[in-house]
Nanobody, 119 residues
Framework: QVQLVESGGGLVQPGGSLRLSCAAS????????MGWYRQAPAKERELVAV???????NYVDSVKGRFTISRDNAKNTVYLQMNSLKPEDTAVYYC?????????????WGQGTQVTVSS
């Protein structure tokens, strides 16, 4: 089994910063992709940023230049540095890890952490 534990969410004013962390534990296979997704009220879950074991990254257009994803492979931990936060970034942020094994994709989610951007 794989567990993902997220931390770092909270309430911040517009223009502020937050750093999310997610530590994965259990039987983890490499190479893998770790990432962050978010879901705002009445909206579908969307990809925010992902990073491969090799360090390649991908971001949704709305966060490019403001958010930075990074990871520590030795600790199986992924981070999301969020700067210049906007009210529209308010959502529950979910950590994800996935990999391909024996022709199928194994996919795991964290419990989510609330990020609220408001004055």
């Amino acid at each position: 089994q794989v567990q993902l534990v997220e931390s770092g969410g909270g309430l911040v004013q517009p223009g502020g910063s937050l750093r999310l962390s997610c530590a994965a534990s259990g039987t983890i296979f490499s190479p893998n992709v770790m990432g962050w997704y978010r879901q705002a009220p009445a909206k579908e879950r969307e990809l925010v940023a992902v990073i491969t074991s090799g360090g390649s990254t991908n971001y949704v257009d709305s966060v490019k230049g403001r958010f930075t994803i990074s990871r520590d492979n030795a600790k199986n931990t992924v981070y999301l540095q969020m700067n210049s936060l906007k009210p529209e970034d308010t959502a529950v942020y979910y950590c994800n890890i996935n990999w391909r094994r024996w022709g199928q994709r194994d996919n795991y989610w964290g419990q989510g952490t609330q990020v609220t951007v408001s004055s």
